[in-house]
């Protein structure tokens, strides 16, 4: 089945806001710079850490798990991590 970009973004977005595993924040929390920041501080900046440490700060400050298949999250001490694997084929 084909599917255009535009149409497939649609239905992926419509997948995960239906989907009970996943939920929308309406804003950040007011913990969540403070924490992005020592996340940060003292590290060698990437662009990846960047990101990393922004969605660990997230999580971190929700009190949330992450699920993930990036082992980089495990820098993150104190992170509820969820490390994924690919299935087998």
Same mark, same amino acid.
């Given at each position: 089945?084909?599917?255009?970009?535009?149409?497939?973004?649609?239905? $992926?977005? !419509?997948?995960?806001?239906?989907?009970?595993?996943? /939920?929308?924040?309406?804003? =950040?929390?007011?913990?969540? %710079?403070?924490?992005?920041?020592?996340?940060?501080?003292?590290?060698?900046?990437?662009?990846? $850490?960047? !990101?990393?440490?922004?969605?660990?700060?997230?999580? /971190?400050?929700?009190?949330? =798990?992450?699920?993930?298949? %990036?082992?980089?999250?495990?820098?993150?001490?104190?992170?509820?991590?969820?490390?994924?694997?690919?299935?087998?084929?």
């Amino acid at each position: 089945m084909f599917f255009s970009r535009c149409s497939f973004r649609a239905t $992926l977005r !419509t997948t995960f806001r239906n989907d009970p595993r996943s /939920l929308q924040i309406q804003a =950040e929390p007011i913990h969540h %710079d403070p924490r992005f920041v020592a996340l940060v501080s003292g590290r060698e900046p990437t662009p990846n $850490l960047w !990101t990393d440490a922004w969605l660990a700060a997230l999580a /971190l400050s929700l009190d949330y =798990e992450m699920a993930t298949f %990036d082992r980089g999250f495990k820098s993150f001490r104190g992170l509820k991590l969820r490390l994924l694997t690919a299935p087998e084929e």
